[in-house]
């Protein structure tokens, strides 16, 4: 089923698949951001969807400074 699956989504085109992503996401209001620490632990943390684009992106925000910009930055 999930070769099923595969196969229809490669055949959509990029507007459908967001489209797509839309509507799987559009109810959810948390995600979760997953980074990586200098040693390659992974850390993840809950993180409040504040937008979500027509262009499939999502945006969340957080303070300028901390652990997670200094994992991202790196």
């Not at 999930?2 to 698949?17: P, R, T, Y």
């Not at 504040?50 to 999502?58: F, Y």
């Not at 957080?62 to 930055?73: F, L, V």
């Amino acid at each position: 089923m999930q070769q099923n699956q595969e196969k229809n989504l490669n055949q959509k085109s990029h507007e459908e698949q967001v489209k797509d992503l839309h509507k799987l996401i559009e109810s959810i209001k948390f995600g979760m951001l997953v980074t990586s620490e200098k040693d390659g632990t992974l850390r993840s943390r809950p993180m409040a969807c504040q937008k979500l684009e027509k262009d499939g992106s999502v945006w969340f925000f957080t303070y300028g400074t901390g652990g997670k910009c200094d994992e991202i930055a790196h």
